[in-house]
């Protein structure tokens, strides 16, 4: 069983569209990562949180510890959103455990 | 600029060898990581270093070692005995405790063994 377990598998939205991707996660955890995967494959950290509500630019990552569950939204998206972002949370004690990935794909 | 190299991007290696994957930082990071990623699969650890001459097991530890012999370097040795070393392979770091900071990634290594 995935401890993480992210929603949906694969997103293709139109440009100006509000995106939201979901993340559960089964146990306990310390701090969760959103991180953002480029078809090159190199990965870049978006957030780090362990409560409540992040904003950057046109990202936001929002954290529900209750409910085991963080969300990702970004507004007005653009293609040079595409890529795949990733769910990372930290368990307590010191390794980090990966969503499988959510590929978005932005169109013109 | 600070950040992370790995390198080669691309390996090439027969079934039987030893292959030696680099990731150098410059960001005075402590903890540094390599990761596997395959496709369908979230990312699993393979070793973590959070210290100098110290590392520690991944889940996926067994036919890959490491060393830390320096801050800024820590270097992956897939062994002959990994059943399945064909991967894409990602270093990161962070600066303090796991957990605390960020994680910093390179570029990966995609290596592929014939």
């Known amino acids: 069983k995935n401890e993480v377990e992210q929603s949906p598998q694969n997103l293709t939205a139109q440009e100006g569209e509000f995106i939201t991707i979901n993340c559960s996660y089964s146990?306990?955890?310390?701090?969760l990562h959103w991180l953002q995967q480029h078809p090159g494959g190199g990965i870049v950290s978006l957030f780090m949180?362990?409560?409540g509500k992040k904003k950057h630019g046109r990202l936001i990552a929002t954290i529900n510890i209750q409910e085991k569950h963080s969300s990702l939204h970004i507004t007005a998206s653009h293609p040079r959103d595409s890529a795949v972002y990733i769910c990372?949370?930290?368990?307590?004690?010191?390794?980090?455990?990966f969503g499988t990935g959510t590929s978005l794909t932005v169109i013109p | 600029d600070g950040g992370i190299t790995q390198s080669p991007k691309y390996l090439f290696r027969k079934e039987g060898q030893n292959v030696t994957l680099s990731c150098e930082q410059n960001?005075?990071?402590?903890?540094m990581y390599w990761y596997r990623q395959d496709p369908g699969q979230g990312l699993r650890l393979i070793y973590y270093?959070?210290?100098?001459?110290?590392?520690q097991k991944g889940d996926i530890a067994e036919g890959y070692s490491v060393s830390r012999e320096k801050k800024e370097s820590f270097p992956l040795t897939v062994t002959s005995a990994q059943k399945n070393p064909t991967a894409f392979y990602l270093c990161?770091?962070?600066?303090?405790?796991?957990?605390?900071?960020?994680?910093?990634f390179g570029n990966g290594t995609r290596l592929t063994v014939t």
């Open positions: 990161a770091s962070s600066m303090g405790r796991i957990g605390d900071s960020p994680l910093h």
């Open positions: 949180l362990s409560s």
């Open positions: 960001l005075n990071h402590d903890a």
């Open positions: 146990v306990g955890i310390s701090a």
């Open positions: 990372a949370v930290l368990l307590t004690g010191n390794q980090f455990y």
């Open positions: 270093s959070q210290i100098v001459n110290d590392f």
